[in-house]
């Protein structure tokens, strides 16, 4: 008898603490290993608490890319803005992208700022690295040893002052100086300060006809201080960069000419 009850209570035992499906996450994945599984069949569920899972509802699961577990972004390209000094490009930048401190003492020193912006197109995330170069009289000497690999351009001007616009083609020079024939390096003409509208010098016309007349791939007016289309001007120099044409009715000038 003794016997008999012995072994009852060690089965009885057995199903509480030894059974598989009962035990703890952490003994449940040692478990796994000792077996060399990498997971529980779903037949082998008896609990009634626990619902089967069905095949279906495992397949609804989405499939993560492997690109956007390791960065989060689709792509990245590395731009710089330009023009000339007071047409608000610090501030265009300060309220509207993330500022990196650069470790380079050297960089700081001559007035190099870095920034990143993230752009969602067309459901994709893309990354911004923005190079800012803030002594304007240093920037011919600058551009060529700290914008090497940018892939495109910003030129900020301001609309109340038609005095912004005047080295215009020296900006351009200095950029494209190094490219050669085929190169793909997207410029976007930007009109600052458009809350200033009363006191504009620069209509939206006279923008849009030396964008075409300098070979510049984009136009749009934003303002930096209210924040006005300024999203979609880092859409529309991600999209040059992609050579996706905009569908902004607003400003459709801002897809590639």
């Known amino acids: 008898m003794l016997h008999k009850s012995l072994n009852k209570l060690s089965n009885f035992l057995k199903k509480i603490f030894v059974d598989p499906l009962r035990r703890t996450n952490k003994s449940l994945k040692n478990w796994r290993k000792k077996r060399r599984l990498k997971y529980i069949p779903l037949e082998t569920s008896k609990d009634p608490l626990i619902p089967p899972i069905s095949k279906k509802e495992t397949e609804l699961k989405p499939k993560i890319k492997r690109r956007d577990v390791r960065t989060g972004f689709d792509d990245t390209f590395k731009i710089v803005i330009f023009g000339d000094a007071g047409v608000g490009k610090s501030t265009y930048l300060q309220n509207h992208a993330t500022n990196i401190f650069s470790q380079d003492r050297k960089a700081r020193a001559l007035g190099i700022d870095f920034y990143t912006k993230s752009v969602i197109v067309d459901n994709k995330r893309y990354k911004l690295q923005i190079w800012h170069f803030k002594n304007v009289g240093r920037f011919k000497l600058l551009y060529n040893t700290y914008a090497k690999g940018a892939r495109g351009g910003i030129y900020m001007y301001d609309i109340s002052n038609y005095l912004s616009l005047k080295h215009l083609d020296n900006w351009l020079k200095t950029v494209k100086g190094d490219l050669k024939a085929g190169d793909h390096f ?12 009363d006191n504009r010098e620069v209509s939206e016309e006279v923008g849009k006809t030396m964008v075409r007349s300098r070979g510049v791939n984009g136009f749009i007016e934003c303002s930096a201080k ?9 859409e529309a120099i991600t999209r040059l960069l992609l050579k996706i044409p905009s569908s902004s009715k607003e400003y459709p000038s801002i897809a590639p000419f």
């Open 186 to 197: 997207p410029i976007l003409m930007a009109g600052n300060k458009l809350d200033l509208t």
């Open 226 to 234: 209210t924040g006005e289309n300024v999203e979609k001007s880092f």
